[in-house]
């Protein structure tokens, strides 16, 4: 007989894209969320950001939309994301969020926020080449470039 465990933590993929028209520039982020068949897209832009800032906003957006501790899995083709939360944020928190140089870490607000949010889950994080045939990577930056569009007309 099998028993439900009401303890057991679901397991979530979460699939990644930021991109900006001009860096800065106007900014969006795709994210694709699957649990077993069931998928949920989110998006959204920004008209004043950077590449770094929608990579960072994608993955932290991904994380606010699980209503429980999971199992996650984020896959995403941003090193500057896989190396700042397996890595760098170490180093970072240890020096009072100063960098290797001694200076303020860029983006902080945002991996502040990250930090947060994945202290919740247990995370695995997974870089992949981007634009090298990953479907769900080739829609995510489909879904932040079709943001940036929208983006760009709401302020012409």
């Given at each position: 007989?099998?028993?439900?465990?009401?303890?057991?933590?679901?397991?979530?993929e979460i699939f990644t894209d930021g991109a900006c028209s001009g860096n800065p520039?106007?900014?969006?982020?795709?994210?694709?969320?699957?649990?077993d068949r069931k998928e949920k897209e989110l998006s959204g832009c920004n008209p004043m950001?950077?590449?770094n800032r929608m990579e960072l906003t994608a993955v932290i957006k991904a994380l606010e939309a699980l209503k429980r501790p999971c199992r996650v899995k984020v896959v995403t083709d941003s090193n500057y994301v896989v190396l700042g939360m397996t890595s760098w944020i170490f180093r970072w928190v240890g020096n009072n969020w100063k960098n290797a140089q001694k200076k303020e870490v860029i983006n902080r607000d945002l991996w502040e926020k990250l930090l947060n949010?994945?202290?919740?889950?247990e995370i695995e994080w997974k870089w992949i080449k981007g634009h090298d045939g990953y479907p769900e990577n080739e829609r995510c930056d489909k879904i932040a470039r079709t943001e940036i569009k929208k983006c760009k007309r709401k302020t012409d």
């Open positions: 007989m099998k028993v439900s465990r009401p303890d057991r933590m679901p397991y979530i520039g106007v900014g969006g982020y795709g994210v694709v969320l699957r649990s950001t950077t590449n949010l994945s202290s919740l889950h």
